[in-house]
């Protein structure tokens, strides 16, 4: 048990629909960092918060979003959902903002139909 | 394009010693090398570390060249419960001062009796 927690752990829902995705990070972590794994595109990088500002943006779509809050926890945003973001949508935290290991949730599988 | 490499899979038998390499061109001066396993299903767990040259642990240990641009997982010993995939994970130069966190695409370990 990294100690990240996820939750839904199964999400389906249509096309065109908005879903939220949560994380508590590690006690004591500030930052947050967000990832899909799809089987044809690995694990890429969307986005990282650090105690509560966006702190580096990787290939995160304009119909995702994210925040953190100020208990640190963090929710990521999609909407218009296409049948492609079907994907295992993980979060990992860590102490600082880079170069600390990062320690990852069970991930959210979300299906779109 | 900034981009890392991993051999697709190996196989080894149980108690030998396995070495995976990543390959990453333009990886950025200042940040960590780090290497995760995957189970199906679950999400990545750290395994190991490193800046530069070697660096070991209880686990497993990482051998990285002065010029950085590749890296070497070290599992000694290894058990059918270390079947798995290993990722590195790097920050690369991807060009116009932007910097991206990027993970191979994995090298999937299978243990044989």
């Known amino acids: 048990d990294s100690g990240v927690t996820q939750t839904p752990k199964h999400l389906i829902t249509a096309t065109g629909q908005r879903v939220t995705l949560r994380c508590s990070p590690r006690?004591?972590?500030?930052?947050v960092y967000w990832y899909q794994q799809s089987l044809d595109q690995g694990l890429q990088f969307l986005i990282q918060y650090y105690n509560g500002e966006e702190r580096a943006k990787g290939n995160i779509l304009e119909r995702f979003s994210a925040q953190q809050f100020p208990d640190l926890h963090s929710e990521l945003n999609l909407s218009s959902l296409e049948l492609g973001d079907s994907a295992l949508y993980f979060c990992?935290?860590?102490?600082?903002?880079?170069?600390?290991?990062?320690?990852f949730g069970p991930g959210t599988r979300l299906t779109v139909l | 394009l900034a981009k890392t490499t991993q051999p697709i899979s190996m196989d080894s038998y149980e108690g030998q010693e396995v070495n995976i390499t990543c390959s990453h061109n333009n990886i950025a001066t200042n940040d960590y090398i780090t290497w995760y396993q995957q189970f199906p299903s679950q999400g990545p767990r750290f395994i190991i570390q490193g800046y530069k040259t070697k660096v070991t642990n209880e686990v497993a240990s990482l051998f990285i060249p002065a010029d950085r641009k590749s890296s070497t997982l070290s599992l000694p010993r290894v058990s059918l419960s270390d079947t798995a995939v290993y990722y590195c994970l790097v920050v690369l130069y991807s060009g116009a001062g932007s910097y991206q966190l990027t993970f191979g695409k994995g090298t999937k370990l299978s243990v044989i009796p």
């Open positions: 990992a935290s860590s102490e600082g903002t880079q170069g600390r290991p990062q320690f």
């Open positions: 006690s004591g972590d500030l930052s």
